[in-house]
């Protein structure tokens, strides 16, 4: 199941990664799917509930792909949101970055279940199947 979740401050849930004065910062936005986490705000990812370290351009990347859980995501709208328009000579550093992502998401990286590649188009963030 995918879901983008606010989190109050009082809630035990956010409570976990909340600064001292929750009063102050509203709501946690979180995109979850399946065992995933990305939130947002904290810049975080969480993987089976194990905090796990993400460089910017792979947030930006996972992020781009959980807000599009399901659909094919271009290599060219990947390549733009994370390098801008301008930038041509940045195929290989996708291509790098969703192994990366792949290494810290998947089960089995020579068998992802999470990111998909669709040949000559782009990747997908395949959405958990219900049993």
């Known amino acids: 199941m995918s879901s983008i979740e606010s989190r109050g401050p009082n809630t035990p849930e956010a409570s976990r990664y909340l600064p001292v004065d929750p009063q102050t910062l509203g709501l ?19 993987v089976r509930g194990t905090p796990v370290h993400l460089p910017h351009k792979e ?26 328009p301008d930038r041509t000579d940045a ?7 969703i192994r990366r992502l792949r290494t810290k998401i998947e089960s089995n990286v020579d068998q992802p279940t999470r990111i998909r590649t669709v040949r000559g188009v782009g990747y997908v963030f395949d959405l958990p199947q219900d049993d």
């Open 28 to 46: 946690l936005r979180i995109l979850r799917i399946g065992d995933v986490e990305l939130q947002l705000d904290g810049h975080r990812l969480l």
């Open 59 to 84: 947030f930006v990347i996972l992020r781009q792909l959980m807000e599009n859980a399901g659909r094919v995501v271009t290599r060219r709208e990947l390549l733009d949101n994370a390098w801008g």
């Open 91 to 97: 195929r290989n550093y996708l291509e790098v970055h």
